[in-house]
């Protein structure tokens, strides 16, 4: 879901700052394994007023938010996979 969220916007055209409002939930989405190493850090400048500030800065400088936000989505997709813990397969619950 957090990829959905992100992804839109390099897909469709956005034209204000305030659309990136929508990665703030994608953000809340993500689990702490997702978030480790490497992704972390566009997520991290996704969230941060540099963006902001590539966006004010306009053409050509405004191009590298969706460079950025490529970038975190790919970092979901390529993360490495590691096994699979016993609170996953059980959903949380203890027994």
């Known amino acids: ?7 839109g916007l390099v897909v469709n055209y ?5 659309d990136m409002v929508l990665l703030l ?3 809340a ?16 400048l996704l969230l941060s007023p540099a963006l902001w ?10 191009a590298l938010i969706s460079l950025v936000v490529f970038c975190a989505v790919a970092g979901l997709a390529l993360r ?3 096994p ?5 397969v059980s959903g949380g619950a203890a027994g």
């Open 1 to 7: 879901m957090a990829a959905a969220l992100a992804g």
């Open 14 to 18: 956005h034209a204000y700052m305030p």
């Open 25 to 27: 939930p994608a953000f």
């Open 29 to 44: 989405l993500l689990r702490s394994q997702q978030l480790r190493g490497w992704p972390l850090w566009p997520w991290a």
């Open 53 to 62: 500030l590539l966006w004010v800065a306009g053409p050509p400088y405004s």
């Open 80 to 82: 490495k996979s590691g």
């Open 84 to 88: 699979v813990q016993a609170e996953e």
